[in-house]
């Protein structure tokens, strides 16, 4: 547990409930990642917002990148397949299990939603099972 | 225009709390999810975090009839567990654990100009479009 940061941690986490409480109390929108992004795949005039959303994401980590005193260093040499393979089951995924860690684990949870808990409670026991058959079984990562 | 504009505020206040708290990093990530190796709690306070605000946020914001600009709130109506919640849910969290990315923290990487993200993002998108066609069959 050499890597254990509680504080940035609940405060990087305060700052994205603060986000999702502004975009519902005077948007009335779910911040839901996977539902803003599969939303663009037919987009109108009318899904501007999501753009700009996911926009502001970009903005948010590219101005954490140039101010931090201690910025992200990217991985380098992680199996481009699993990228290919996991990110697909990841769209189809949430697609199909109608949200992801931020709209079933913190917008769902924080409305109270047994489907939310439910949801939640599966997709992190799956992550980990994964983590440990492809780490510690297949010895596919590092 | 009034809400366009605070859907790009609130990103940039989300995408700053994912660098903050690292979930931008998958490997953090991976660690988190790592819990018979070098296990990083970390993420249950992002979690925790997060809940704290908008759990007591939600409270109040749901005491009014409509958000501040809009009609309505655009909320799901549905209650019941249901097989493709659970059955996508899975799959999300194989596909989480295999790249260490949900879609927040891959869209926000492109940020930091990773390739990684890249294909990540055109990797989901690709499973979004592959969900409707499962449905139309």
Same mark, same amino acid.
């Given at each position: 547990?050499?890597?254990?940061?509680?504080?940035?941690?609940?405060?990087?986490?305060?700052?994205?409930?603060?986000?999702?409480?502004?975009?519902?109390?005077?948007?009335?929108?779910?911040?839901?990642?996977?539902?803003?992004?599969?939303?663009?795949?037919?987009?109108?005039?009318?899904?501007?917002?999501?753009?700009?959303?996911?926009?502001?994401?970009?903005?948010?980590?590219?101005?954490?990148?140039?101010?931090?005193?201690?910025?992200?260093?990217?991985?380098?040499?992680?199996?481009?397949?699993?990228?290919?393979?996991?990110?697909?089951?990841?769209?189809?995924?949430?697609?199909?299990?109608?949200?992801?860690?931020?709209?079933?684990?913190?917008?769902?949870?924080?409305?109270?939603?047994?489907?939310?808990?439910?949801? #939640?409670?599966?997709?992190?026991?799956?992550?980990?099972? #994964?983590?440990?058959?492809?780490?510690?079984?297949?010895?596919?990562?590092? | 225009?009034? &809400?366009?504009?605070?859907?790009?505020?609130?990103?940039?206040?989300?995408?700053?709390?994912?660098?903050?708290?690292?979930?931008?990093?998958?490997?953090?990530?991976?660690?988190? @999810?790592?819990?018979?190796?070098?296990?990083?709690?970390?993420?249950?306070?992002?979690?925790?975090?997060?809940?704290?605000?908008? &759990?007591?946020?939600?409270?109040?914001?749901?005491?009014?009839?409509?958000?501040?600009?809009?009609?309505?709130?655009?909320?799901?109506?549905? &209650?019941?567990?249901?097989?493709?919640?659970?059955?996508?849910?899975?799959?999300?969290?194989?596909?989480?654990?295999? &790249?260490?990315?949900?879609?927040?923290?891959?869209?926000?990487?492109?940020? @930091?100009?990773?390739?990684?993200?890249?294909?990540?993002?055109?990797?989901?998108?690709?499973?979004?479009?592959?969900?409707?066609?499962?449905?139309?069959?």
């Amino acid at each position: 547990m050499e890597n254990f940061t509680p504080i940035s941690a609940l405060l990087g986490g305060a700052l994205i409930g603060l986000s999702v409480s502004i975009l519902l109390l005077l948007n009335g929108r779910m911040a839901g990642i996977s539902g803003i992004m599969s939303g663009l795949i037919k987009p109108t005039k009318h899904h501007i917002w999501r753009f700009l959303f996911l926009g502001g994401l970009i903005i948010g980590a590219f101005i954490f990148q140039q101010l931090s005193p201690d910025p992200l260093v990217l991985r380098e040499n992680y199996p481009f397949s699993l990228i290919i393979i996991g990110g697909f089951l990841v769209g189809l995924g949430t697609k199909m299990g109608s949200g992801c860690t931020s709209g079933h684990g913190i917008c769902g949870i924080a409305n109270l939603s047994v489907r939310s808990i439910a949801a #939640t409670i599966t997709f992190m026991l799956s992550g980990m099972l #994964t983590v440990f058959i492809i780490k510690h079984i297949l010895g596919l990562t590092a | 225009m009034k &809400t366009n504009l605070i859907a790009l505020i609130a990103g940039v206040i989300f995408g700053l709390g994912l660098a903050l708290s690292q979930m931008i990093n998958p490997d953090k990530v991976l660690n988190f @999810l790592d819990v018979t190796g070098n296990w990083d709690p970390s993420l249950i306070f992002v979690m925790l975090g997060a809940l704290t605000v908008s &759990t007591l946020s939600f409270r109040f914001i749901f005491k009014r009839d409509a958000p501040v600009f809009g009609a309505e709130f655009h909320i799901t109506k549905k &209650t019941i567990i249901t097989k493709p919640l659970l059955i996508g849910s899975a799959l999300f969290g194989i596909g989480w654990g295999m &790249t260490g990315y949900c879609p927040g923290p891959a869209v926000a990487s492109l940020g @930091l100009f990773s390739l990684e993200g890249v294909v990540m993002v055109i990797a989901i998108y690709a499973g979004f479009i592959s969900h409707q066609w499962f449905d139309k069959q």
